[in-house]
């Protein structure tokens, strides 16, 4: 055995063999071992052959460009300050996040470390003046041999898997989660997130109007948020957990995963749980129980040992947690259960599975690609269209713009100026001699208009509306509006020289109510305006308009 080959024995024997020894022997060859200390670093021990030799700097940089994160040591063993200073040179090849650190134990037993922090754990200690003169190499080498770590393979497997992990770029959830972002500093511009009326229009999962034929709402409702903090919880669901999938599953089927529990929470939600609605959580409860079965029933050879028994941890901490926040108040249980139903029954169904091949080779079966490539596309062309028809359907950029006035005709006789924005197609109703009629919806509007007109059936005196105007009074005073709570004292005014009794009302929801009284000749008047506490100052500073541009004419 020669001396480079006895000094390498023996520097083993000090790192694995000895008493309190720092490190486990993974991997062992007559060239080189592969050890890894408790904290997590590796170490790659070479022997020295040659500074010139192509083989072993070729080597060398194949180890360095293995490594996408974390801390390696380099140690070669023999040769002299140039083999250091090739040692030092393989450092630039690594990324931002490795960190590369050098060592050299040279013909001599001197030792070379960089960087000098290195130098803090004790190496000095352990390495230097190993110069294998007087070593029975042989018999180290034997007992080496005897301290592999059986789970070499299996760390080799979980290195692979890991370099491969890391290769993938989770590009559809980083897309999704940044289409959030945008359209969430749209509802913003448009009114805010607390704004119903900004969510409705911006496509909302409102039951009502799903089961009217807008189904494009349970697509856009997934990508509105109710605040930040839901935009910030779901957002990172989507980046770790969706990425974590979607490495695993590759883009396209991802997509098909999403897409598809994002419409069966959304449709769950609509048909069961009559609630208005936003959020992603059924699309991403969908991922979570593919995530959960692909952990408690694997697809061979998809996932290492050691990665699918911490996953197994990470599924059953994460079903616990979010089936507590299921039940919470506010929460979408339908959402949550449908999107679940369905992205548990995809994987396994082996749908999702089928023709994948382990991580580190990236490949479908040709028939597998064909197909995914199509429904992929259909998934993306809903993810895109839902949000887009729902913007461009419902205008919600004129809630923050200026009301444009136009007059309109309630009755024979009887008209009033509204904001064109709820000017059209009112809700009428006839009750015996009273006519109400109510403009705009306050679902999706700032504002809801309800006229009523109560036909007296006779001409009354000057005199007599003076009269029956106190008695009206005294009835509009009683009427509180249900779930109501009246603001300070009814007034009676002077408006457009007529006069008219003024209340406001507000409901715990924060809706503010606005009613006026008065009495024409001929009819008795009330028109009510509720506003929503963020409606637009350009509509509520203006309140008076209803009543003030209030006509009725004598036919």
């Known amino acids: 055995m020669s001396p480079s080959e006895a000094q390498f024995e023996e520097c083993l024997s000090r790192l694995v063999l000895a008493e309190r020894a720092p490190a486990k022997l993974m991997a062992l060859s007559a060239h080189g071992a592969a050890l890894v ?117 299996r760390s080799e497997q979980v290195r692979e898997f890991a370099a491969a992990f890391r290769r993938r770029r989770p590009l559809a959830s980083w897309c999704l989660c940044g289409l959030c972002v945008v359209i969430f500093l749209l509802q913003q511009l448009w009114g805010g997130s607390d704004f119903v009326p900004t969510l409705n229009r911006m496509g909302a999962n409102a039951p009502g109007a799903v089961a009217r034929g807008e189904a494009y709402r349970l697509i856009a409702s997934l990508f509105l948020h109710g605040n930040l903090h839901h935009l910030l919880f779901n957002g990172l669901a989507l980046v770790f957990l969706g990425g974590f999938v979607e490495r695993l599953l590759g883009m396209r089927r991802f997509l098909l995963l999403y897409t598809a529990s994002g419409l069966a929470g959304s449709a769950a939600s609509a048909a069961l749980s009559g609630a208005f609605s936003v959020g992603a959580s059924g699309a991403l409860l969908g991922v979570l129980a593919a995530a959960a079965v692909l952990a408690f029933r694997p697809v061979p050879g998809l996932l290492p040992d050691v990665v699918l028994a911490r996953l197994k941890q990470n599924m059953m901490i994460n079903l616990v947690l979010i089936g507590v926040v299921s039940l919470l108040p506010r929460v979408d249980f339908w959402a949550h259960l449908g999107g ?23 490949q479908s079966t040709p028939s597998a690609s064909r197909g995914l490539g199509l429904a992929a596309t259909a998934a993306c062309v809903l993810l895109l269209a839902g949000p887009v028809w729902a913007i461009a359907s419902n205008t919600p950029w004129k809630l923050v713009q200026p009301p444009n006035w136009t007059r309109v005709k309630a009755g024979p006789g009887v008209s009033l100026e509204l904001p064109a924005l709820i000017a059209s197609d009112p809700a009428r109703q006839q009750r015996d001699q009273i006519t109400e009629l109510a403009f705009g919806r306050i679902e999706r509007d700032p504002a809801l208009v309800a006229l009523s007109l109560a036909d007296l059936g006779q001409e009354l005196a000057p005199e007599q509306i003076e009269t029956e105007f106190e008695n009206l009074c005294q009835v509009r005073e009683s009427q509180q509006p249900e779930g109501a709570k009246r ?35 001929r009819f008795a008047v009330t028109v009510e305006v509720l506003f929503w506490p963020e409606t637009d100052p350009a509509w509520t500073e203006q309140r008076e308009r209803f009543i003030s541009s209030l006509r009725i004419e004598r036919i």
């Open 340 to 362: 679940a139903l369905v992205g548990a029954a995809l994987m396994l169904s082996g749908l999702l599975t089928a023709g994948l091949a382990p991580l580190a080779e990236g």
């Open 487 to 521: 603001e300070g004292q009814a007034r009676v005014r002077s408006i457009e020289g007529v006069r008219t009794l003024e209340e406001k009302f507000s409901f715990l929801s924060g809706l503010q109510l606005w009613r006026w009284s008065r009495l024409d000749a």
């Open 37 to 153: 200390l408790p904290d997590g670093r590796h170490i790659f021990a070479f022997r020295y052959l040659s500074a010139a030799d192509e083989a072993f700097q070729d080597h060398l940089r194949k180890v360095v460009s293995g490594l996408r994160a974390g801390r390696l040591i380099l140690l070669v063993v023999g040769g002299d300050s140039g083999t250091f200073e090739l040692l030092r040179s393989v450092r630039p090849l690594g990324l931002k996040r490795r960190q590369i650190e050098v060592l050299q134990v040279d013909a001599n037993g001197e030792l070379r470390a960089s960087p000098r922090g290195l130098r803090r754990q004790d190496w000095t200690g352990l390495l230097d003046g190993v110069t294998g003169s007087g070593a029975d190499a042989d018999q180290i080498r034997d007992r080496l041999a005897g301290v592999i770590d059986p789970n070499a393979d």
